[in-house]
């Protein structure tokens, strides 16, 4: 089959809540990760456009599942960041309920790229989030973000940390990334095609 084309990314739709998702008529993978660290940029990196996904300078942006194709062949759901602490109690319970509904709803994941910054120490819900995917044998990827802030050698030293607090399942992949510089994009491409295709 040929190369997923990555360049004919195109948004699709925004799934107010768990009754409005489009159809599974083609494999499905999602991004998942605390709000501000880059799932949006991510998207616009992998899709080789600015113009796809919001990125703001404000945490929170992203309210619903916004839901954006890849050649015809591709579903990726862009899910709340979780873990906001601007945000209003209620509208963080509401962003959670959302994002439970929607790990239990049935569909099936063919992939969940777990986007976390490479500078911080992972989240509570970071890990919590690593913890469901190895009990549920859900498909993951570890995608560390923001590589551009810091040298390949503490690039290097972060991810053996992450490595201490995270218990990433045998075959998880690990990459590090950057939306700003490509870094790490390319590598992500061409893993995400291999797990789709199979
Ligand atoms: N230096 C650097 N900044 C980045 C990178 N990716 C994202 N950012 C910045 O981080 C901020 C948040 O990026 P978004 O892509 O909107 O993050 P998000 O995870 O979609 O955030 P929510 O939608 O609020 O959950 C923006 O100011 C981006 O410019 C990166 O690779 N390098
Ligand atoms: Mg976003």
Do not use: W
Request: aromatic letters at 8%; hydrophobic letters at 40%.
């Amino acid at each position: 089959m040929e190369k997923l084309n990555f360049n004919k990314t195109r948004f699709l739709k925004v799934a107010a809540g768990i009754n409005d998702l489009p159809p599974q008529d083609r494999p499905e993978i999602v991004l998942s990760g605390k709000s501000n660290v880059g799932k949006s940029s991510l998207i616009n990196a992998l899709g080789n456009n600015r113009k796809l996904a919001k990125v703001s300078q404000t945490p929170g942006k992203t309210r619903q599942i916004i839901y954006f194709d890849v050649d015809d062949r591709l579903l990726i759901a862009d899910l709340p960041g979780y873990g906001y602490s601007g945000a209003s109690h209620e509208k963080t319970a509401e962003f959670s309920a959302l994002c439970d509904n929607y790990f239990k709803s049935g569909r099936a994941f063919r992939l969940v790229l777990c986007l976390i910054d490479i500078r911080h120490e992972p989240s509570v819900s970071d890990i919590a989030m690593i913890e469901y995917l190895n009990n549920a044998n859900i498909p993951y990827f570890c995608v560390f973000t923001k590589c551009d802030k810091l040298s390949r050698a503490q690039t290097a030293k972060q991810i053996d940390m992450m490595a201490h607090y995270l218990d990433f399942c045998e075959d998880a992949h690990v990459f590090a990334v950057s939306a700003q510089n490509q870094a790490g994009i390319s590598d992500l491409r061409d893993a995400i095609a291999d797990a789709v295709s199979k």
